[in-house]
């Protein structure tokens, strides 16, 4: 999709490009180029009268103006290429320096068409920016919600502003959970082989220090931390895990009397 967002810009302005370069050529006079110089072929008229010329276009218009005083070739394909290039970026980004403009009817529908495709592009470029750049860091939109949903909250009921401290600050440790918890389904969502690897990385991590599965072996952690289930509470919560081994990553726990930390357990 990323790559797609280039090949949508270039592709038109290719196009346009040649269409415009084509139109200059045809409505205009016919091109001798005489010691690599452009030479304009008349019916009547003045030389310096661009209005006499026979047949009139925005490259004979430009030839006029701009390209007599600069040492631009005009009769080379690649120059004048650039030349309708130039014009059509321009154009598309709505810069509009009006040095190269439409003579003719199809020019003038040409320049319309280009201006409205811009204006399309330029719309279609801001939304895909915009939904990449807020894709790009999920838990924090999360993160943004809810904080501003709390805080609407806090606000309509008039809390005291003790429980709005602690209550920002549970919405900044779930932010870290909810990114934990996205990184395991994540890992479970992989094929076996790759599940059990990244399982044993993190077993090594998180339960290396824990003294009760020391000496066991790496395959066994992993599976174990296949099976384990993480949860996350706030402070003074009271935890309700019967027959469960339960093991502190983060914080401290009050249990029978101890004070458990990490790599503790109960």
Not at 41 to 50: E, S
Not at 82 to 94: E, F, G, I, M, R
Not at 186 to 198: F, H, N, P, T
Request: glycine share 10%; aromatic share 10%.
């Amino acid at each position: 999709h990323r790559a797609g967002i280039p090949i949508l810009f270039a592709l038109p302005c290719h196009t346009t490009a040649c269409l415009w370069g084509f139109l200059g050529g045809v409505g205009g006079p016919d091109l001798e180029c005489q010691a690599g110089r452009p030479v304009l072929q008349f019916d009547v008229g003045d030389l310096h009268d661009p209005l006499s010329w026979r047949g009139r276009s925005w490259l004979t218009a430009a030839l006029a103006r701009r390209f007599r005083r600069t040492p631009f070739d005009i009769c080379q394909p690649g120059l004048r290429y650039l030349a309708s290039l130039y014009w059509v970026l321009v154009t598309l980004t709505s810069i509009g320096y009006g040095d190269m403009l439409p003579v003719t009817p199809a020019e003038y529908f040409v320049c319309c068409l280009a201006m409205l495709a811009g204006s399309l592009i330029t719309t279609y470029l801001i939304g895909t920016g915009c939904h990449l750049l807020s894709n790009i860091r999920p838990e924090r939109q999360s993160y943004q919600r809810r904080m501003d949903g709390f805080n609407v909250l806090a606000t309509e009921l008039e809390f005291p502003k003790d429980l709005r401290v602690h209550g920002r600050e549970y919405v900044r440790q779930a932010t870290a959970f909810e990114h934990t918890k996205r990184s395991l389904k994540l890992v479970k969502e992989l094929g076996l082989s790759v599940r059990q690897a990244i399982n044993q990385e993190i077993a090594a991590e998180l339960l290396g220090d824990v003294w009760i599965f020391r000496g066991t072996s790496s395959p066994f952690r992993g599976d174990l931390m296949d099976r384990m289930v993480p949860h996350f509470y706030s402070p003074a919560e009271v935890l309700r895990h019967e027959a469960s081994l339960c093991v502190v990553h983060g914080g401290a726990f009050a249990h029978k009397g101890r004070i458990l930390i990490h790599p503790m357990f109960w």
